[in-house]
């Protein structure tokens, strides 16, 4: 019997005979459990590492501290009554008698101090007479675990001490300002600087970016100008934050001073002799962040699908209807998020605003666009400089609070995106 | 001077010499062609041929390709559309256009037929229907009133494909349009919604001139009185071959290249 050729080769297939193919089923799936590792074992890599930044960060945020008092409080006692109890007028009278003359005429000048309520006033009796010191700090997983050695360590060398277990990050810590004592330090001043200063780009970056990005997407054609317009932002987008400060500090410190501290719109703060002012700072950050924010909203823009715009040039709407209407409801989830991405950036940035001139020691709030400022991050940079341990200490709380307000910025991003989401699906 | 321009009567619209470029590329060569008011008219065709070229030259959507350029004359209303004081925003409020896939707004159901009579300036006046009125009697002319009444306010994205695309028909002739286009509209649906989209367009020809494009002969034998065979040139360019009531080009095509798609799709 003679059998067609294909035939006899379906039946040695069927019992795995193919001189077609050779058996490496085995051999592929090796290969693919070998890259299922490498690829688990960089994301574990990437987990750990993120693991022991937050784990230093908290270490260095939370544990025992060991304070003396400069002065003993109980040797301020008038007429047997303790500082505790006493009232604001015997607490400034103190304050007077213990503190040099150029101190007082200080804080006179910032504030009078009949101006100050009763604890305002004790606090200062704390600051500036009794003094307590950080004489000495612990890292969390010492204080957790070594207790009965720091306990040891104490009674030998501060005798005088006390030990209390203190969180650098605290609403204390939140709510005062910078103090060039570790123990009285906070980070008002910087965030509200940091919240100015991205204030102020968010208003510059956001219409310019989405603007830029509509124009380009939208209405330029494929021109060799637009090429290059487009290719020049996208580098941009690459340059090095240090050299948007240079280029901040040449033109809004400099040469638009007159505008940027506000000497223009008559306000003369006394404080600020130039340009180096938080809406220098937004403006330098603003320009960082363009190109950023166009580059985000140009995909967000282009993600919209081509049928949308067809539907609406359709019906007879004019480009402007079709961008307002279809293009950017449906693009902006994307565009809120790269936007609310590009400025948790500008809020991390510190090397532009160091060249721009934000102050590391800022005592007062800003309060105008034409303050004095320093922000999170230049003040976190500053507290590691410093030689003492207990700021590094204060540093890391610092942190922790910058993380917790990126964090909540990007969860705002997520909110956005869905809430738009749902509204534009359904 | 026309292929079989006998049968014409009155013309809702012509074309003279139309030819599209795309860049360097030339979609469509020397289209001559005069659709006949009221009726349908199928386009069909190979893949490639310019159908959907031509079919977007009739109300300058092919301007919105940034290399697309358009040679020769398309008369509506007496005018050529493609005259510099031409308005196309204008051409597309009266050459409304029903697309391949259906794509509603994401927007209400009743937003989508309302939109597009409301920005071309929609009157509300008196002895004339209100905004309400209006996207019923659209909704109710495509066939989709009795399935979305009670849910006006939903997203049109809610529907299935078959009731979107029946929405954005309604949407297209809530701009009181004199033509309709229609690119492939069943392509993306099945069997049954097909076939309600095709006994629309029976409909809407009383009051509408369709021009419908498609690849499916059995459903231009169906829906059209007139049909237009187009193929590719030696240089890839979409041509006009034949063009003539659908009777006839189905059962006694002119031209062997017509006949010989018309059968080998028939198989």
Redesign the interface.
Known sequence: MIRPQNTYDRESESRGLSPLFDENLPTRHKISTVWRFIFRLSTIIAVIFLALLLYNITNQAFGYVAIENRVDPASLAVNEIPIEEMEKDVLIALLRENISSGLMRQLEREKPLSEHTRDEVYALVIEKVVRPEAVRTWLLTESLFQRNEIRAQMAQEYPQAELTFKSWLSPQFLKVPQSSEALHAGIRTAILGSLWTVGITILVAFPLGVGAAIYLEEYAGNSWTNRVIQTNINNLAGVPSIIYGMLGLAIFVRSLETFTSGAALGFSDPTTANGRTILSAGLTLALLVLPLIIINSQEAIRAVPGSLRQASYGVGATRWQTVWHHVLPSALPGILTGTILSISRAIGETAPLVVVGAATFIAFDPDSPFSKFTTLPIQIYQWTSRPQAEFRNLAAAAILALLVLLLSMNAIAILLRNRFHRQGGN | MYPNTQYLTHCAVETHELNVYYGDFRAIKNINLSIERKKVTAIIGPSGCGKSTVLRAF?R?NE?V??ARTEGKVTFMGQNIYDADIDP??V??RV??V?Q?P????KSIYENVA??AR??GFKNGLGLPTMDEWVERCLRKAALWDEVKDKLQ??G??LSGGQQQRL?IA??I??RPEIILMDEPASALDPVATLKIEELMHDLAEEYTIIVVTHNMQQAARVSDYTAFFTMDDDRAGTLVEYGPTAKIFTNPGDPRTESYITGRFG
């Open positions: 109300n959507m919105l940034p290399s925003v204008e597309r409020r409304g256009m697309f896939k794509n509603p707004f994401p939109w597009g920005i071309n939903q997203s994205l809610s954005c949407r297209a809530a701009n």
